[in-house]
């Protein structure tokens, strides 16, 4: 549906000459495209700029917007600008369908287009779009069955299990190419009033998190599932999400939601892999995230944070004294001088192949949640 989106705002930024966003009624934003001016520029302004930048707009832009009665318009709007607030004059066409308001297509047009010229074809056209993208946001209420189809897959008995996978195969076909992402909620849980992605279930457990099932465009390509991560992570500050590797059909699901909980779990410690981890781009954290605990023989490090980091980073740079020191900002002698006590504590050698493995892994393990 994503994709059928984008083709729908693509369209009318074609059609009416202007960059077009698409939100639904929360203003999370769905899709966006730009449209080159006369000058060659695009115009943005702030409104445009934040909606796009975090995937949707702040509550007080909302309420702005909702004050001049968007939410009750059936036919195409003018919304005034407000140079103050760095606001430009939009055309809103109201996404909507069965009589409801579902979303909201805007036109950055500086003016150009007059919404009551029920003569204009380009403006029939793109209200037939705006109608069309209505159609689709209705069929997300689909998505609630299949979150619970999910929700069964990941965790139900064995007979759940089935029967979801026989809904889900239904729903999507056995050869859709799919992806799981996982959202780590932040130390709080889940924010309320916070609402579920379309196609997604909470999946308890000793660290729940929320899972996602999302169809790819093309087998192999991660993007619409980097981009539903990027997106659910705007509205939960703190969070942190994986994406599991490309399956083809729902058969396999319990194994990718492994690989993407996994994920989302070294993105919440890994600043270099955050805050959306693939499972494909894991590395050695995939060796540290399966161990059930950090190896005994690395507890007194582990009671010492500085030989603890200490430690890390010198195998993270795969025993350059040169590189450790410039990560650590310590001169030489004073690394050496820590290397020897990390030694002297463990009775581990860091020279040793095996045993760098087994500490590496083992820091690595217990700086995961």
């Not at 909201?104 to 056209?125: I, K, N, V």
């Not at 959202?183 to 308890?204: F, K, M, N, T």
């Not at 007194?300 to 350059?320: F, H």
């Amino acid at each position: 549906m994503r994709d059928d989106l984008q083709d729908v705002v693509d369209e009318v930024a074609r059609l009416l000459g202007a960059p077009a966003t698409l939100e639904d009624v929360d203003f999370t934003l769905l899709a966006f495209a730009a449209h080159p001016l006369d000058d060659g520029e695009t115009a943005m302004d702030a409104v445009r700029t934040r909606s796009i930048l975090g995937r949707g707009s702040a509550p007080a832009t909302r309420r702005w917007f909702e004050d001049l009665g968007i939410a009750r318009a059936e036919r195409p709007v003018r919304t005034p600008a407000d140079p103050a607030a760095g606001i430009l004059t939009r055309l809103l066409l109201p996404v909507r369908s069965g009589g409801r308001t579902l979303g909201y297509l805007w036109l950055l047009d500086g003016g150009r287009t007059d919404p009551d010229d029920d003569a204009d074809p380009a403006l029939a056209a793109a209200v037939a779009l705006a109608a069309r993208a209505g159609r689709l946001l209705a069929g997300r209420d689909d998505d609630g069955e299949v979150g619970d189809a999910l929700a069964a897959a990941l965790t139900g008995t064995t007979a759940a299990r089935e029967r979801a996978q026989r809904t889900l195969t239904a729903r999507l076909g056995e050869d859709t190419p799919l992806a799981l992402v996982a959202l780590r909620p932040p130390p709080g849980g889940l924010p309320g009033g916070w609402r579920l992605p379309p196609a997604a279930a909470v999946v308890a457990g000793g660290d729940p998190a929320v899972a996602v099932l999302v169809r790819l465009a093309r087998a192999g390509d991660l993007r619409p599932a980097a981009t539903t991560a990027s997106a659910a992570l705007a509205r939960l500050p703190g969070a942190s999400a994986g994406v599991s590797e490309p399956a083809t059909g729902p058969a396999d699901l319990v194994a990718r939601w492994a690989q993407a909980h996994t994920a989302a779990r070294v993105a919440a410690v890994a600043p270099g892999l955050a805050p959306v981890a693939r499972w494909c781009e894991l590395g050695g954290w995939r060796v540290a995230a399966a161990l059930p605990a950090p190896d005994p023989a690395v507890a007194p490090l582990l009671a010492d944070p500085v030989m603890a980091a200490t430690a890390e980073a010198y195998l993270d740079a795969a025993g350059s004294v040169v590189r450790t020191s410039a990560v650590l900002s310590v001169h030489r002698q004073t690394l050496y001088y820590r290397l020897g006590r990390i030694t002297a504590l463990t009775g581990l050698d860091l020279a040793d192949g095996d045993t760098r493995l087994l500490v590496h892994a083992s820091l690595r393990r217990a700086r995961l949640p």
